[in-house]
């Protein structure tokens, strides 16, 4: 049930990478309060799945395949947001990439282009267009799943921590030009959290240990923990914050 502090009734949201983790907790939460949520991934029956258990708790919502690592895809969600909604609220760009688990050294190219294909230049080509909607619409909010590491880097993780370090300066980057057009760029930084996509970290018992004694509360996150972070961040209640990086790390939030 929504709440007039984070009400998003009549609102448009997409959120990428939503058939599992915190994608699929985001997801639900925003139709929770309100929004007609389109779910999207990679795979269609995935995000049927995670549509249809929205509907079936009384909130809104729709599939929509989309691979945000093909210029192709991305344009043709857009499209389908502009044909079938005319507007765009908000953008959840969570979906990610992180193929390869190992030295920095060892990373093959392959990983390398496929990491940045995603994490990078989908990030980027899904705000512009979002955001291009947005303009034309009065305004919108933009939400990007960044990570910890982007602030300090992983152990195994080389690429992939770069890449997340490129979100939050890009989302910072967003944020000031596009403040001009009502729209507001935030990021979300997760530290660790146990999803499928972090599995690695959680089957390396001696990583796993470091990482949670760095963490103040010493204890990983649950996925459902990033949502009302981004409900926050695209609600009327923090209309006035932009360019804002929000770290949500195990119960710890800065």
């Known amino acids: 049930m929504s709440t007039n502090l984070f009400d998003l009734n009549g609102k448009i949201a997409l959120v990428t990478g939503a058939s599992r983790g915190i994608g699929e907790e985001i ?3 925003l139709a929770e309060q309100g929004a007609h949520v389109i779910v999207s991934s990679r795979k269609i029956d995935d995000c049927q799945t995670v ?5 079936s708790a009384g909130g809104s919502a729709e599939a929509f395949a989309c691979h945000i690592g093909e210029m192709a895809q991305i344009e043709a969600i857009m499209q389908h947001i502009k044909d079938n909604h005319g507007k765009l609220d908000i953008l959840v ?9 190992g030295h920095i050294l060892d990373t093959p190219v392959s990983a390398f282009d496929k990491t940045v294909d995603v994490n990078l230049r989908g990030y980027f080509y899904m705000t512009v267009e979002g ?9 919108g909010a933009i ?7 982007g602030l300090s880097p992983g152990m195994n993780q080389g690429v992939y921590s770069i890449s997340k370090a490129a979100v939050i300066n890009m989302t910072k980057s967003f944020a000031q030009e596009c403040a001009g057009f009502n729209i507001r760029v935030n990021a979300l930084l997760p530290g660790l959290t146990k999803t499928k996509f972090a599995g690695a970290l959680f089957q390396q018992d001696d990583i796993y240990k470091s990482a949670i004694a760095q963490i103040p509360m010493h204890r990983h996150a649950e996925p459902k923990e990033m949502a009302g972070t981004v409900l926050y961040l695209v609600s009327e209640a ?12 195990g119960g710890f939030t800065i």
Request: charged letters at 20%; one cysteine or more; proline letters at 2%.
């Open 27 to 29: 997801a639900k939460l």
């Open 51 to 55: 549509a249809e258990a929205i509907k």
């Open 93 to 101: 760009n969570n979906a990610a990439a992180n193929p390869y688990f």
């Open 131 to 139: 955001a291009k909607i947005m303009k034309d619409n009065g305004g």
């Open 143 to 149: 939400v990007n799943t960044a990570s910890i590491n």
């Open 238 to 249: 923090s209309s006035y914050v932009t360019g804002e990086c929000v770290v949500v790390d």
